[in-house]
């Protein structure tokens, strides 16, 4: 397992927050996704044999939200 930490941009409220979990946990190879709302970051722990930078950034902005590393 690997912990990566990304920024994300457009959260402003605990909805925000649930819709950018939700999103980062429906992707392959996604064990946790937790959103730090102060900070604009989401941290993700992922299998990085099954997980893929790509599908993570598809998925939150498909949520309508903007991702960057952080």
Same mark, same amino acid.
């Given at each position: *397992?690997?912990?990566?930490v990304f920024g994300v941009e457009g959260m402003s409220c605990g909805h925000c927050q649930q819709a950018v979990e939700a ?24 299998? /990085? ?5 790509? /599908? ?9 939200? /903007? *991702?960057?590393?952080?």
């Amino acid at each position: *397992m690997q912990t990566k930490v990304f920024g994300v941009e457009g959260m402003s409220c605990g909805h925000c927050q649930q819709a950018v979990e939700a999103a980062a946990l429906a992707v392959t190879g996604v064990q946790k996704a937790t959103v730090q709302l102060e900070d604009k970051t989401l941290t993700v722990t992922y299998d /990085e044999s099954n997980f893929q930078v790509v /599908e993570l950034v598809a998925a939150i902005e498909d949520a309508g939200f /903007e *991702m960057g590393q952080s």
